[in-house]
């Protein structure tokens, strides 16, 4: 049993849902899944119970739940510790780890916060949203800031703008009149490579969100449109492909709802340090910052 499973396991039991929990501990949804499997094997006993629409805890789920946030709670007052018992005490310095999104609004909100506080040190990090997660759960940054989309129904179909999706013009999707991702059930998916590791990333996520994640197969542009045309295949790719993809007879771009979801401002704070009152109070300047300034996608 190992830490990082303590954390998965609180993820899951504070978010009770599966995708939100693995998004927040920087995995994907089947690892996840794989992760509560190995805990209830070593345990020895049922903590989740699943079904389409819920996550709910078993009782010894629960008191499971209460041991891991206690025994992770020990585990950051340790580290605390000693960090002070090595380095003196460093209550004063506030690091914030912010994602390049949010570079308009970091560095404006901490000036404002030192203009009141000059005796207190602020060292800001511009990192990528998986290094922002990491560095929070190890308690190297105190607080994280970065955007975030919001929930989308189950039957709905969003990729990110950067992403486009099509399929052969002969595929049985087109004869419907709206798809589903229910309908992508049934359908093999290709992902297309990209030089970009954030548009990469995005085409795993996307495989992710629609349970292909381990199944997926990948290729370059050429290698997707010559395996996509006449087959049962839907494809994912850049949208630096796009007007390769457009140029092609054989091929037919699929439209999905990507103006549903809106993204808003989430900020994150190191759960042992959540009540210091200079956290909290950055905290609150972020949040009225993105009100009056209306920050969204």
Do not use: W
Request: charged share 25%; net charge negative.
């Amino acid at each position: 049993m190992r830490f990082e499973q303590l954390e998965q396991f609180v993820a899951l039991g504070n978010l009770r849902h599966f995708r939100q929990a693995a998004e927040q501990t920087n995995i994907s949804t089947s690892a996840l899944t794989r992760s509560i499997q190995t805990l209830e094997d070593e345990i020895g006993c049922e903590l989740v119970k699943r079904s389409t629409r819920s996550v709910r805890l078993t009782e010894q789920g629960e008191l499971f739940l209460t041991y891991c946030k206690a025994t992770l709670n020990e585990l950051e007052n340790a580290k605390k510790n000693i960090k002070q018992s090595l380095f003196g005490n460093d209550q004063d310095k506030l690091v914030i780890g912010y994602t390049q999104q949010m570079s308009s609004v970091v560095p404006v909100v901490c000036g404002q916060f030192l203009a009141h506080h000059p005796s207190v040190k602020v060292e800001m990090q511009m990192l990528d949203e998986a290094d922002l997660m990491n560095k929070l759960q190890l308690g190297e940054i105190d607080i994280s800031v970065c955007m975030h989309s919001s929930e989308l129904a189950s039957s709905d179909i969003y990729i990110p703008d950067q992403l486009i999706m099509f399929v052969a013009k002969n595929h049985p999707i087109l004869h419907k009149d709206s798809v589903t991702r229910q309908d992508l059930i049934h359908y093999p998916m290709f992902g297309c490579l990209s030089q970009s590791r954030q548009v990469q990333h995005m085409v795993n996520e996307t495989a992710d969100s629609f349970n292909k994640a381990t199944s997926m197969r990948v290729g370059n542009i050429n290698e997707v449109l010559d395996n996509i045309k006449n087959s049962d295949l839907f494809a994912i790719a850049g949208i630096e492909h796009s007007k390769l993809v457009a140029q092609d007879p054989d091929v037919v771009l699929i439209k999905t709802n990507k103006d549903l979801p809106t993204e808003q401002v989430l900020v994150r704070t190191n759960h042992t340090l959540s009540e210091d009152v200079n956290i909290k109070e950055l905290v609150n300047l972020i949040e009225k910052f993105e009100q009056k300034h209306s920050i969204s996608a």
